[in-house]
């Protein structure tokens, strides 16, 4: 399990790189250009979260 890298205000802009493949995490870079996953049920995004490339996660088991 990894711990928390650092806490985003709520309503700042994320870009989404890409989602697990049970899309219950999603790769992102914030403003700053830090690169973390972060849960889904954290996000909301104009696009569809299905519609976001499936990326490897780096955990042994792939569930980010």
Do not use: F
Not at 11 to 16: C, D, E, G, W
Not at 24 to 42: F, H, I, P, R, Y
């Amino acid at each position: 399990q990894y711990g928390v890298l650092t806490r985003v205000p709520q309503n700042s802009p994320l870009t989404i790189l890409g989602r697990d493949g049970l899309t219950m995490w999603l790769k992102v870079t914030l403003a700053d250009g830090q690169t973390g996953w972060v849960s889904t049920a954290l996000v909301e995004s104009p696009t569809p979260l299905l519609e976001h490339p499936v990326i490897s996660c780096p955990t042994i088991t792939g569930d980010c």
